[in-house]
């Protein structure tokens, strides 16, 4: 169980603060016995209430040791096989999967897989699709988040801050 004041990873959420657990009479259905999570997005408005016996996936923030060994391993990660085809459905499907780990090693390998995408198409004069588009950001979105937090950073400085730690080590 996850205290007041932690930070944690919700679902498809992103990074949230606990603010309070209680057992609230004021949620339809709701006994005023069973205890629930009120978590407020840090990089989004609103509430967020979830049972504390939900299934809703959540997890602690990565340390800050964890996002600068991920940084690390940023050269080395292999990209991920891509769907050939033209159905955005598949592709979707495929891209959904890294998002189901809710692990920022997998969100890293789908940034890294769909941006070599972008530049072999760049190279030949075409677009990104949408759907790569759309997973490239969110994925972008929920890891500059975490390591925003994690690295005590703001979150426009995170990407910036990882390109200058990646390009260090190919130096070295």
């Known amino acids: 169980m996850y205290s007041v004041n932690d930070l944690i990873v919700s679902g498809s959420s992103g990074v949230c603060r606990v603010a309070s657990i209680d057992a609230p009479a004021d949620i339809p259905g709701a006994d005023g016995t069973r205890l629930y999570y009120t978590l407020r997005p840090m990089f989004d408005n609103g509430t ?3 049972p504390v016996d939900t299934r809703v ?4 923030v990565i340390t800050r040791a964890e996002a600068e060994n991920l940084i690390s391993q940023i050269p080395e990660l292999e990209t991920a096989s891509e769907v050939n085809s033209n159905s955005p459905q598949l592709l979707s499907d495929h891209y959904k999967s890294f998002f189901a780990s809710h692990d ?9 897989t769909v941006y070599i995408k972008s530049q072999r198409s760049a190279s030949r004069g075409k677009a990104l699709g949408r759907t790569d588009q759309h997973y490239f950001q969110r994925a972008r979105e929920l890891v500059e988040q975490e390591f925003s937090v994690a690295l005590d950073i703001p979150v426009p ?13 190919a130096v070295s």
């Open 57 to 60: 996936f959540m997890r602690p």
């Open 157 to 169: 400085q995170v990407s910036e801050y990882i390109a200058q730690k990646v390009k260090a080590s």
């Open 48 to 50: 967020i209430r979830i």
């Open 104 to 112: 920022c090693g997998d969100l890293l390998t789908l940034i890294k």
